[in-house]
C-alpha cells in the first residue's frame, strides 16, 4: 500500500464559544503528494490546518502525520523571528543542539534549497514578500520536515511571486518527497498540485483532481456574478 503523508479520520472541533468548524473531516494525503485545501471564507481551512499541525486539539477524531511538521503562515512577518535570513533557518534548529558546523551546514543546504543562499546575511526587513515566505520554508527544509503545511502563503504577494512560490514548493515537494498541503482560494494555483479538497462550512464536500474542483469552482463564481 501507498505511504500515507497526512491522514484525518472522523475529525470534529468546536470553539469554546460552541461553534462547530470541522464537521466529520476524512482525507488522506499520499506521501510526497501536494495537495491543496480550498474554501471560502470561514469555512475552517485553518483551523483544519492547526489541527493537523498539533496546535489545536481535536474534540474527536484521528490525526495520524509523518513528523517533522513545517507550518507556513499567510504572513511571514508572524513568523520571522530573528534579524536576518541565516540566523531566522539557524533559530529552528536550536532544539536539535547540533554541532556549530552542522547547523551551518543545515542552514546553507536549506537556503539552497529556496534559491536564498546568497541572501544568508541580508536583514529579513530587506526582503520582498515572496522571499521572507522562502525563508519560512527553509526553516522547515532545515528541521527536515516530512510534512509542509502552508496556510495561504500566497495572499500577500503579487501574481508573479505567487506562481513562483508554487511552483518553487512543487519543485521541493517532488526532489524531496515532503507531502505538502497548500491552503488557497486562488485557482490558478491548482494547476501546481496533485489533488484538492473543498471545504464547505467545516464539511469536506469533494475531493479529487484538480481540474475538476477548479472547473467546478469556476462554476459557482460565474453563477455567483
Ligand atoms: N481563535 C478563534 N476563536 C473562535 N473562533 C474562531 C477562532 N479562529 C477562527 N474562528 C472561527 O472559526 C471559523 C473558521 O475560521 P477559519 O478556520 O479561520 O476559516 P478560513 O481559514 O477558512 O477562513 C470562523 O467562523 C471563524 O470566525
Ligand atoms: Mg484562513
Known amino acids: 500500500m501507498a505511504q500515507v503523508g497526512i491522514e484525518v ?88 543542539k547540533l554541532p556549530p558546523a552542522a547547523t551551518r551546514a543545515r542552514v546553507e543546504e536549506a537556503l539552497g534549497a529556496v534559491n536564498l543562499l546568497t541572501l544568508q546575511r541580508r536583514p529579513i526587513y530587506a526582503l520582498s514578500g515572496g522571499q521572507k515566505q522562502r525563508v519560512a520554508i527553509a526553516g522547515a527544509i532545515a528541521r527536515r520536515c516530512e510534512v509542509l503545511l502552508l496556510d495561504e502563503p500566497t495572499a500577500l504577494l503579487d501574481p508573479d511571486s505567487q506562481l513562483d512560490l508554487v511552483a518553487g514548493v512543487r519543485r521541493l515537494v517532488k526532489s524531496r518527497g515532503i507531502t505538502a498541503l497548500w491552503v488557497t482560494h486562488r485557482l490558478d494555483e491548482l494547476n501546481y498540485c496533485d489533488g484538492a479538497f473543498l471545504l464547505e462550512k467545516g464539511s469536506l464536500v469533494d475531493s479529487g483532481e484538480a481540474q475538476r474542483l477548479k472547473q467546478r469552482l469556476m462554476e459557482v463564481h460565474s453563477e455567483a456574478s
Do not use: Y
Open 9 to 96: 479520520k472522523d475529525l470534529n472541533f468546536s470553539w469554546p464559544n460552541g461553534e462547530k468548524v470541522i464537521k466529520s473531516c476524512s482525507l488522506e494525503v499520499p506521501k510526497g503528494e501536494f495537495w491543496m485545501l480550498l474554501g471560502t471564507n470561514g469555512s475552517g481551512k485553518s483551523t483544519l490546518l492547526r489541527l493537523l499541525a498539533g496546535l489545536l486539539a481535536p474534540e474527536s477524531g484521528e490525526i495520524r502525520v509523518l513528523h517533522p511538521v513545517g507550518f507556513v503562515f499567510q504572513n511571514p512577518d508572524h513568523q520571522l523571528v530573528m534579524p536576518t535570513v541565516g540566523a531566522d533557518v539557524a533559530f529552528g534548529l536550536v532544539e536539535e
